[in-house]
């Protein structure tokens, strides 16, 4: 395989790439961060976008420089820094976009935010703050954009009843036998088959409205301030589609307001902490509040549950799929995965009244 330092040469940086160490903890891509020689001494982050995830890289990338583009105009507007405040992509010194190897597999440059950290878990609620301010305000920035003139790079992303019949495939497949060792999360995720076509029911009968989403607000997506941890920048933008307000507080909340890492194999460490959950949802709705209707307001527990839940059956379904989707570093964790995925719905079903005052006194 083409190495990385090599293809980081290929894009249009000021100075020569010293390294590329890999970085990050994504489960698509593969990501690096690439020192630049003196006199730029800046760093980059290249990344190698994963094409069995995405299968129209070039409509994938099209979607990220019309976003990026349109949000840098946005925070012009309202005075703020676009070097910090939205993604910039690094174009190929050919002037493309992506740079193609001798294997075919594409790699894109962006422009490395200093001075910012992401974080894996959240420790106080002040930094979910922070991360529901970043989400809340990435809803605002593109609530102008047309919907429709975005690629829907993923179909059926978070079409939670479509995930459900592909998780019903992967069981009845158990292409590797799995399936007897994770009875218990099956028989968990069908005993809420009603609930899996309830917000796209609402869409379709335009009750809910379509708006231009992240799809992916997991906290490890947004840059905070190192110092701070006030929020800089929403990264990761691959999934941005047309989708559900209730998809971005959701997922924000699901890795957010966890008390313990996606991973973790002492479930009694796995809660939804409803301080955090509070900080979250104070930072989403003092940004985009105001553009949500009633029933979207009413939603946001739910969405929260209904992503969470989501999430755990996708990673049951590829357990039992063998692996193939999410990167794995040791056997057995995406069943892992799910368990704390499910632990966490168990635990959103018993403290949804809470959850839904909070959102009442949040607005
Ligand atoms: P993945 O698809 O693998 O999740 P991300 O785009 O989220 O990839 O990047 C992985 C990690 O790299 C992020 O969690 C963040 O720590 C870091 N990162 C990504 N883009 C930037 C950037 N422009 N500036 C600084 N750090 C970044
Ligand atoms: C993947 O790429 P990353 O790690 O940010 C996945 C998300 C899941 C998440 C679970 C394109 O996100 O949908 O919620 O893992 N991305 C894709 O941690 O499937
Ligand atoms: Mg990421």
Not at 81 to 92: F, M
Not at 336 to 349: G, I, N
């Amino acid at each position: 395989m083409t190495d990385a330092l090599t293809i980081a040469g290929l894009f249009s940086v000021d100075s020569a790439p010293l390294s590329a160490e890999p970085y990050g903890s994504g489960h698509i891509n593969a990501t690096y961060l690439v020192q630049l020689a003196p006199p730029a001494d800046g760093r980059v982050i290249l990344q190698r976008i994963n094409r069995r995830v995405f299968s129209h890289i070039a409509a994938l990338m099209e979607n990220v420089a019309n976003v990026t583009a349109y949000l840098r105009r946005m925070v012009e507007a309202e005075g703020g820094d676009p070097r910090r405040e939205c993604l910039r992509l690094i174009p190929a010194r050919d002037g493309a976009p992506m740079v193609m190897d001798e294997e075919g597999e594409y790699w894109r440059a962006y422009v490395f935010v200093e001075r910012t950290v992401t974080l894996q878990t959240a420790q106080t609620p002040e930094q979910l703050h922070s991360a529901g301010l970043a989400f809340g305000r990435f809803q605002r920035l593109l609530n102008g954009y047309p919907a429709a003139d975005l690629h829907e790079v993923i179909p059926h992303f978070h079409d939670t009843a479509s995930r459900y019949q592909d998780f019903e495939r992967a069981v009845a497949a158990d292409v590797k036998g799995r399936a007897a060792a994770a009875q218990k999360e099956i028989d968990f995720v069908r005993a809420r088959h009603k609930e899996t076509g309830r917000l796209v029911s609402l869409l379709q009968r335009g009750e809910l409205p379509l708006r231009v989403t992240h799809n992916d607000t997991k906290l490890n997506n947004v840059l905070l301030d190192e110092e701070s941890f006030a929020p800089v920048c929403v990264i990761d933008l691959d999934t941005v589609m047309p989708g559900l307000s209730l998809y971005d507080f959701g997922d924000g909340i699901r890795v957010g307001a966890s008390t313990a890492a996606e991973d973790e194999t002492d479930l009694s460490r796995v809660s939804c902490d409803l301080a955090l959950f509070e900080g979250f949802t104070h930072g989403f709705l003092s940004e985009c509040g105001a553009l949500l209707t009633d029933q979207e307001r009413a939603l946001l527990p739910f969405g929260a549950k209904l992503m969470t839940y989501e999430c755990g059956m996708r990673f049951l379904a590829d357990y039992l799929e063998g692996d193939t989707y999410f990167r794995i570093h040791r056997p057995g964790q995406n069943l892992d995965r799910c368990r704390t995925q499910f632990r966490l719905v168990a635990d959103m079903e018993t403290k949804m009244a809470e959850m839904e005052a909070i959102v009442a006194r949040c607005l």
